[in-house]
């Protein structure tokens, strides 16, 4: 690497880079970046070091590749980050959402980008935008911010700790997630109104919000939805201390600790675009929250495939979907779409059962064509019969989140608002006895209900259909075969 200028390989510390921690290293990193991208592009090398850094620029056509020692550590000065850009629309979308240049790492309207290696990234310095994390005020708070890109590639490094966001990629099209290990202390990974996007192999920990997210916000200034992702082979987790899985050691939170133990993988909250084409499979939950489907912002949310995922020590309910009516938007927003979502080969163990799976969405606004199939679900129990008279407030508006209704009356499942609805296969167990009803439904019509396992023994009712019709029961254990065509409030 005789003259940096001309090889493709344009070595960070050619350029001033000290690595020792200490010196800000972002002046000298941005310099060997623009160096690669007026040479026509090139791969921008980080080797064994700890690089303290504020704001780098990307540019198109460059690729980043961190070695093996290396270490991006982000600064804790304000002065080394750049500013937040203006956002006009930025009333409809938090504050984490509307901005992306307060970052350590972050691109605009770029193309053929890449961050790849086995280094790391910590966002030691970035705030996760809570009072209490006593950070000065003007630091960044994502660690990696991309906005309007395409072809884009994120591969085998980590994040520790990468504030309010590890990854925030909005309106980025083509994009590759690869092999990451995100463990942190926020949302490991925002994709918002990103098209064509594939996430595998990647492990993310994040006990204080959500693990793998999917956001269609209106950040860019107008509605785009989130299509055509598959997410596969994934691990999330949110009940690990930060920092235990990139070490390799595991440890828990001890259960006097507060702690949300999130995770999860989610859709929403921010969803004026909506959600499209969307599948996952093979991942495991695990110590954290469960699925959450979420639109209330004026999205659609159809053409779901879930299959093949397994949940241990879900904090909340295995399985949450909702369409709401938070309308957070243009003046003359109106409630989306839920349609044509499929969940299969589920097998959850050790779930709370405070709340059952619920499947909600509003008055007048019926979710149509879901099913639920192939599935083993246990349960912790332990519900009272007076638990089983609650009536949940609808809470149209309200910020969507499984524990919004609170306990439930029943607890194996709640669906309220849905038309077109198959439940096949499923199994339900639960540790101790619960007196609740194992399946409740409040305004839900064409309804089918085959192969339903209950636990044993289980309460009576075990059915509770409410303002329900056209509801096909067959080789359901504790009831006979057959079709209820009007359920004012009806017991099984």
């Known amino acids: 690497m005789s003259d940096a200028h001309t090889q493709p390989y344009f070595n960070i510390r050619d350029y001033g880079a000290k690595g020792d921690g200490h010196t800000n290293d972002a002046p000298a990193i941005n310099r060997a970046i623009e160096a690669a991208h007026d040479a026509g592009g090139g791969t921008v090398f980080f080797p064994t070091g700890t690089y303290l850094s504020g704001s780098i620029h ?6 980043l ?10 600064s804790e000065n304000p002065q080394d980050y750049d500013a937040a850009e203006p956002n006009p629309h930025d009333q409809y979308q938090d504050y984490g959402h509307s901005h992306w240049h307060n970052s350590l790492i972050w ?5 053929d980008i890449a961050i790849e290696g086995p280094g790391m990234i910590d966002g030691k310095g970035l705030t996760r935008n809570y009072p209490s994390d006593h950070m000065p005020s003007g630091v960044g708070n994502k660690a990696i911010a991309l906005k309007n890109c395409h072809n884009v590639i994120l591969k085998d490094f980590k994040i520790y700790r990468g504030g309010w966001f590890g990854l925030l990629l909005t309106g980025v099209d083509n994009l590759t997630i690869d092999n990451l290990l995100i463990d942190t202390n926020r ?20 006990p204080y919000d959500d693990g793998i997210c999917l956001k269609s916000s209106y950040g860019l200034g107008f509605a785009k939805p989130t299509e055509n992702v598959t997410i596969s082979d994934c691990i999330v987790s949110g009940d690990y201390v ?15 600790m507060r702690v949300p133990r999130t995770g999860r993988i989610k859709f929403g909250t921010e969803s004026n675009g909506g959600f499209k084409n969307i599948t996952i499979t093979n991942c495991v939950l695990d110590h954290c929250g469960g699925l959450a489907l979420e639109t209330v912002d004026g999205g659609d949310l159809e053409n779901v495939t879930i299959s093949n995922i397994t949940m241990r020590d879900i904090v909340n309910m295995p399985i949450f979907i909702r369409l709401g009516a938070r309308l957070r ?8 779409r839920v349609n044509k979502v499929s969940i299969s080969h589920i097998v959850v163990y050790s779930s709370a059962s405070r709340a059952a799976s ?24 332990g519900g009272t019969a007076e638990m089983a008279n609650i009536q949940p407030a609808e809470k149209e508006n309200a910020y969507p989140e499984p524990t919004m209704f609170g306990t439930l009356p029943s607890y194996g499942f709640y669906i309220r608002h849905v038309k077109h609805i198959t439940l096949h296969d499923i199994q339900i167990h639960t540790r101790q006895a619960d007196a609740r009803p194992v399946i409740q439904t409040d305004d839900m019509h064409d309804a089918v209900f085959r192969f339903i396992s209950l636990p044993e ?28 065509h009007i359920a004012h409030d009806e017991k099984r």
């Open 457 to 484: 023994p289980y309460a009576h009712p075990a059915y509770r259909f409410v303002n329900s019709s056209d509801i096909q029961l067959f080789q359901c254990e504790g009831v006979k075969d057959e079709q209820i």
């Open 242 to 256: 930060i920092g235990s899985v990139v070490n390799g050691t595991y440890q828990l939170y001890p259960d006097t």
């Open 58 to 63: 990307l540019q198109s056509h460059v690729t």
């Open 107 to 111: 691109g605009e309207n770029l193309e």
């Open 329 to 336: 938007g243009p003046q003359g927003t109106q409630p989306g």
């Open 187 to 206: 949302d490991g990974m925002d994709i918002d109104a990103c098209k064509n996007v594939h996430v595998t192999n990647c492990i993310v920990n994040s």
């Open 358 to 381: 619920t499947i909600s969405g509003i008055p007048g606004h019926d979710m149509e064509n879901i099913s639920l199939s192939d599935m083993q679900i246990f349960l912790q129990g």
């Open 65 to 74: 590749y961190l070695d093996n020692g290396c270490v991006i550590l982000a």
